[in-house]
């Protein structure tokens, strides 16, 4: 048996099944693992893809495979392994992983440095801890990586920043910045998967719950929009005026966090920014109010603050952790303030998830084939890529398009056609 570090090789089974269940609303990944599986362009390539370890991110991994590479997968986050999954990954398809749910932070920096341990060509991050890592720990692994790809964006503004500082060594693609991924992943996925979490781990009627979303960029729009859609009130709070004159246009209120924090019953951060909620709101909060984060890191929430905040502290259901402050106030956290939708729920459902990691996939293949041409920094998603995951997605929901007449083609291009 390979090495691995799963929790219980027994969970096969179900991982396997539900792997496959993942697969069939993944029709883009699934056409790109027939051509890679004749085509072979990873033949022999050392894939170490550092990824929330879901059904889908299997599919991903299983795609890879089929198109020669030598991958492994480690956790992106320490709650949001399915355990089952890493033990079909490891048993089922002989893809080494490293991955439990629950693990320390330890266990999960441990994980991390057994897939580099591959000596990876190729790096697959969501929020760049292996390019981090590689950067930082084991910077003899450089000369052998030809490119990464990046999944979220906390990991690209991380990544951007590297570049500007001129020490990332190798090119990134931001699969974040493609259309086919934020517009869609970011906004449905998230907005209906914090949902799911939110639910799953409390159990809410949301219906008629002043909700805050505190950040209205990709992921947050989403989320708003699918809590107004199971009849919540909601606020909404932002650094960035256009952003904050988005939402009102949008019909949401607008006001600060410390207004905000007076009135909210439920509070979800989805900004990628730290200490977003912290002493002073939990301070002004109602008794009974409950936070949650989908954002990256277990930052946005300042949860060392509540934690010196509080006279205890007790589980009260699997992930809800209950804050007793002073004068019998209760604060509850969910999911320990990591990503709520990954930690409580199973992450965003396949057929999105099947447009990010097409992306993903073709990104991997675009390296591969132009690593000459890159340089040490990141870059967008080629845009033919996002262009044909678009119309594959859109083939297989049965949707067709119009197509620009020569005449068109010819007034949308020419400035003398003006009239
Ligand atoms: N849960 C998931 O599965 C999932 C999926 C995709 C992205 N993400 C993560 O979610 C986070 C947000 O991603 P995004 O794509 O929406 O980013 P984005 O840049 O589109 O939006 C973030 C928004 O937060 C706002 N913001 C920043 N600081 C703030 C503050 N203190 N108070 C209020 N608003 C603030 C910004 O102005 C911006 O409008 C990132 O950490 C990203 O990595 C999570």
Redesign the pocket.
Known sequence: MMQHHVKDLALTEKGKDRIEWAMQTMPVLQLIRERFSKEKPFKGLRIAACL?VTTETANLAITLRDGGANVVVCGSNPLSTQDDVAAALVQEYQIPSFAIKGEDNKTYYSHILAALNTRPQITMDD?ADLVTTILTERKELIPEVQGGTEE????VIRLRSMAKEGVLKFPVISV?DADTK?MF??RY??GQ??VDGVIRATNLLLAGMRVVV????????GVAMRVRGLGADVII????AV?ALEAVMDGFRVMP?QEAAKIGQLFVT????KS?IRKEHFEAMPSGAILAN????NVEIDIPALEAMAKSKRRIREFVDEYSLNAGKRIYLLGEGR????ASAE??PASVMDMSFANQALSVEYLVKNRSKLQNQVYPVPPDIDQEVARLKLKSMNAEIDVLSQEQDKYLNSWAEGT
């Open positions: 929330h929020g979220t964006t906390t990991g974040n934020h992943d970011n996925g998230t998967s914090t505190c950040g209205y960029g990709w992921c947050g729009r709070t932002e650094v960035s952003r966090m989805v900004t990628g920014n977003v989908s954002g990256h890191f990503l709520i939708n990954l992450g965003h």
